[in-house]
């Protein structure tokens, strides 16, 4: 980064504000940030190149590791990969049960999200409600699966268990609970005088610089780009999805648009069980040669596999886009450029929600 201004000012790669560790260059003016650099590699796992040569089996539990908070995800999108190749069908019951898991693992990312910028921004109070409100998705998570991360539920041609009438049940008392709290948190930080001091105006992406960037997810939601993965799956239209824009662009757009998706997700996880059909939750298949690309929705935009296997289900390659990389970059190029304040390059960097452990998979 070229030199022009007064102060060269270091952040991380270990601060108390980011999950994980990535280091931000500032060139600063005084007070006001005139350009920021985004430097990664401090926990880069080479996965990708782990899985080639390895049975489809063993690449599944690969995939969830790349990120466990993102862990759902990646085992639904490599073996959504696998049954494009293979032509593998889902039964309708595999189908719901793969919906609900997403959606509350959805839920508590965005809860996780949205709990570290209000930390960042100094809000405690409400950042410690809504991580405790996320521990109540994910016991529904663990409820679900026997576990809270890691639980390598997606199989091809389904899912790995059924679940009961009690377990369903379980979810939905989960789910109605979150609703029940949700509310009062959201009013606080919509009507918090701290936050908005701290949020509007703040960290602006503008529609031109979101298009141009690829940034995805709800941080190019939050600045008025209508894409979704999920807008391509039928079944999400027909359980209450529909597309959440906001047309701010900051960083309380950002977060408001997680909440509003919370409010989705829960809806969604609802109707899902309500018309939870019967039939068996895995059907028969076998993962033949073939290559292809699939995208779907994580909870910070599109996942994509590109993976080729050969005759014996064995990777020969394979390549994994997170969204975290086109955001991370919007960040560093867009959102943190000519910040008033060098005290918004934290908040503002984590209003996008990086993953850091996904963008070094």
Same mark, same amino acid.
């Given at each position: ?10 952040? #991380?790669?270990?601060?108390?504000? &980011? ?41 599944? *539990?690969? /995939? ?9 995800? !990646? ?5 959504? /990969?696998? =049954? ?11 189908? !719901? ?12 990312? !965005? ?45 091809? +041609? ?5 679940? @009961? ?12 609970? %979150? ?5 009062? &948190?959201?009013?606080? *930080?919509?009507? +918090?005088?701290?936050?908005? $001091? ?38 999400? /239209? ?8 906001? @047309?701010?662009?900051?960083? &309380?757009?950002?977060?408001? $648009?997680?909440?509003?998706?919370? *409010? ?19 059907? #028969? ?29 064995? %990777? ?7 969204? @975290? ?6 960040? @560093? ?15 503002? &960097? ?8 996904? /963008? =070094?998979?």
């Amino acid at each position: 980064m070229k030199k022009v201004v007064d102060v060269s000012l270091p952040i #991380g790669p270990v601060h108390p504000c &980011f999950k994980e560790p990535a280091r931000i260059k500032c060139e600063t003016a005084g007070e006001r940030v005139i350009a920021t650099e985004v430097e990664l590699g401090y926990v880069k796992k080479g996965i990708e190149k782990i899985m080639v040569g390895r049975p489809w089996q063993e690449t599944i *539990f690969l /995939a969830e590791r790349v990120c466990g908070i993102c862990s759902v995800v !990646h085992n639904t999108a490599i073996v959504g /990969a696998l =049954e494009k190749i293979s032509g593998i069908a889902v039964s309708p019951r595999a189908m !719901h049960l793969r919906i609900i898991l997403n959606e509350l693992d959805r839920m508590q990312s !965005h809860l996780l999200a949205n709990y570290s910028y209000c930390y960042t921004i100094e809000h405690e109070t409400l950042a410690m409600y809504l991580l405790n409100l996320r521990e109540t998705v994910m016991d529904a998570i663990e409820i679900m699966t026997g576990t809270r991360i890691m639980a390598a539920y997606v199989v091809p +041609g389904g899912v790995r268990e059924d679940i @009961s009438a009690e377990t369903a049940g379980k979810i939905l008392d989960a789910i109605v609970h %979150v609703e029940a709290e949700l509310p009062r &948190f959201v009013q606080m *930080f919509a009507t +918090g005088p701290l936050i908005a $001091l701290r949020s509007k105006g703040i960290g602006v992406l503008s529609v031109a610089d979101a298009k141009e960037s690829g940034v995805v997810g709800p941080t190019a939601r939050a600045s008025g780009i209508a894409h979704d993965a999920r807008e391509q799956e039928p079944l999400y /239209a027909g359980l209450g999805w529909h597309m959440i824009t906001r @047309s701010e662009g900051d960083n &309380f757009a950002r977060i408001m $648009l997680r909440f509003d998706e919370l *409010f989705q997700s829960a809806a969604i996880i609802k109707n899902a069980l309500a018309r939870l059909p019967d039939g068996p939750v895995r059907l #028969g298949g076998r993962v033949t040669a073939g290559r292809t690309k699939h995208t779907i929705e994580a909870p910070r935009g599109d996942l994509t596999y590109d993976i080729e296997v050969d005759e014996n289900g064995q %990777v020969i390659s394979v390549a994994i886009q997170t969204p @975290s990389i086109m955001n991370v970059e919007v960040g @560093s190029h867009a959102m943190m450029k000519n910040l008033a304040s060098a005290a918004d390059v934290t908040s503002t &960097f984590i209003s996008a929600d990086p993953c850091i452990a996904c /963008a =070094e998979r």
